[in-house]
């Protein structure tokens, strides 16, 4: 399973400070709850693509020795699954949804200026998409702002709150995705469960 490692500083500082594998190390399992510190089990590497990044991060793993399954410290500037950054996502999907710039100007705003148009289109359906559930599961934290619709009340809660605290947040707690899982990714048996006064929101 991947768990976020909290971590605000550059991806520099991040690849330096995981190589110390004590430094982070979970004091019990997440997923068998175990009450025992987890074993190093060295990394794994992905790419990613950040506001001043191109290249390959290592993600510190760890071994429970009691139910000999691994979890992994995924930097929580990451998003699983998506080679881009939260921030550089962000940028794009404010341009385009909120400020209405075209798919171009949206992507020159992400610093991606010779990015495929088509990558910006999956953003936004995918966005779209899991727009009322951001909305709905963000209101756990934040007034919902009056806006015209689902899109823009999640985006507008996401640049309040912060998308990284938001991303944190929904993923830690509901196991959801700020732009929704993927069918064969989702995690199984999860239901989002949402606070009640959420609802007539
Ligand atoms: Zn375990």
Do not use: N
């Amino acid at each position: 399973m991947q768990i976020l490692h909290p971590f605000a500083g550059s991806i520099t500082q991040y690849a330096e400070e995981i190589s110390d594998p004590d430094r982070y190390r979970p004091g019990h399992c997440p997923q068998c709850e175990a009450k025992q510190p987890l074993t190093g089990h060295g990394f794994y590497c992905r790419t990613l693509v950040d506001l001043a990044f191109d290249g390959v991060i290592r993600v510190r793993r760890y071994l429970c020795r009691i139910c000999k399954r691994t979890v992994s410290l995924l930097p929580e500037f990451a998003l699983p699954w998506l080679r881009f950054g939260i921030s550089v996502i962000a940028l794009f999907l404010v341009a385009r949804l909120l400020k209405v710039a075209t798919l171009a100007a949206a992507a020159l705003a992400a610093g991606q200026s010779a990015m495929p148009y088509q990558r910006g289109q999956f953003w936004i359906r995918r966005f779209q998409k899991q727009a009322p559930v951001l909305s709905l599961a963000l209101a756990a934290l934040a007034a919902p702002p009056a806006a015209a619709d689902f899109v823009s009340r999640a985006l507008r809660m996401l640049e309040s709150m912060g998308w990284i605290t938001a991303h944190r947040f929904l993923f830690s707690r509901l196991h959801a995705h700020l732009l929704g899982w993927p069918a064969c990714l989702a995690p199984v048996g999860r239901r989002i469960t949402l606070p009640a006064a959420c609802h007539s929101s």
